[in-house]
């Protein structure tokens, strides 16, 4: 009985796959300031890993297919970028559970997700992997920034909401 999907799951991870989808897509007029890695965090805490990987796996397709970038060089290294953060939070990082732990988890997911997608980038713009990682600290400090932000001020609030919308 545990491993089968309810109504109420798919439920939820559609609502949550459209919350993660749009917040990132109405951001995109602002560089590296989405609340993503804070949205990961928040499902990776508060629901069943395969639920987090569902969530994951259509907001990356969603997202690949209306920017434009869905091809086979960009598209894996986005989804490992983001599927690290829920296997992490639910192996590694399993028992941290603070607003202020998490949000220094959150700087570390941030520059990990911007090193992962460095690669693809690099070699679709044909840039030299050092420039193009100079060129982008700035841009990674703003990812890195928003999410350790986010992620303190709004996880517990968060958290409480879906664990009351789970019962």
């Not at 988890?105 to 980038?121: K, T």
């Amino acid at each position: 009985m545990k491993n089968k999907i309810l109504v109420r799951d798919i439920a939820l991870i559609g609502i949550l796959t459209a919350i993660l989808f749009v917040q990132e897509q109405a951001l995109t007029f602002l560089p590296n300031i989405q609340l993503t890695v804070f949205l990961i965090v928040v499902y990776s805490k508060s629901l069943k890993l395969s639920h987090t990987m569902i969530i994951i796996f259509i907001h990356v397709i969603l997202d690949n297919l209306l920017m434009g970038s869905f091809n086979l060089v960009y598209l894996p290294f986005m989804m490992i970028g983001w599927m690290m953060i829920p296997l992490l939070l639910n192996s590694l990082f399993k028992k941290v559970n603070d607003s202020f732990p998490l949000g220094l988890l959150g700087i570390l997911f941030s520059f990990l997700y911007s090193w992962i997608m460095l690669i693809p980038q690099a070699f679709i713009t044909e840039v030299d992997l050092a420039a193009y990682w100079i060129a982008d600290i700035p841009f990674e400090i703003l990812l890195a920034l928003s999410s350790f932000l986010t992620i303190l001020w709004l996880y517990q609030p968060s958290i409480k909401v879906l664990q009351y919308l789970k019962s």
